[in-house]
């Protein structure tokens, strides 16, 4: 059986007081055996996330990661101050990454072969704008932006690699895919990794769904055949809808 995975993406929120609240909070719920539940707070909130999450099996991922070693890149992490500090899961591709902050396939490329190289589990973002989806460009998209970043790993370091589809169109905007929107796209992925590799390498590999996943909405998503979880913006920010989600499966 795959893994569930539902992680939560903090984005810019969350200062210390916050943050303690909330770790608190969600580390008075029970978590299925088999979920993986991950955080991902601000670079200055991974060291006190790690220490409060120490005792429970909340994993604490970062948002972003630079790909060199160190040197003049202002404002930047490597991978050994994230692993400095207990962190050892990081989200790559999100969206708001790409689109506010400019970051290229190509940048990603880079950052994840870094990423493996050090032993990092890997939320790899992806998805389409909504103009892409109207121009019926959706799936042409996602091909390119994994095929970029991801096609030339070889298949051992997979293992270290969770997808995450997210058409940007849902992020924040209270408009989510169906159901049936997912679970096409997913598949549709799943496919694309047969074909690269081999189909055991692409029944394996976990790929979540993000986009304005509420407890409302996430039973219906995860029920869906290739939907391995989801990560959750808005909704990660409150203890209770965080893990009503967690326990949607
Ligand atoms: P959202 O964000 O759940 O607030 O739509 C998802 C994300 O950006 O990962």
Known sequence: MRKQIVAGNWKMNNNTLETESLIKSLAQHEIPDDVQVMVAPAFTQLSQSVSLTEAHSITVAAQNMNAADSGAHTGEVSASMLKGVGVH?????????????????????????????????????????LEHRKENKHFTLVEDQLSSALFDLPKTAWSQIVLAYEPVWAIGTGETASPEQAQEMHAFIRQLIENKYDADLANQIAILYGGSVKPGNAKEIFSMQDVDGGLIGGA????EDFMAIVNAF
Request: proline share 0%; hydrophobic share 40%.
């Open 236 to 239: 990660s920010l409150n203890a």
């Open 89 to 129: 899961t990081i989200i790559l591709g999100h969206s708001e990454r790409r689109s506010l902050y400019g970051e290229t396939d190509s940048m990603l490329q880079l950052k994840v072969q870094k990423a493996i190289a050090e032993g990092f589990q890997i939320i790899f973002c992806f998805g389409e704008e």
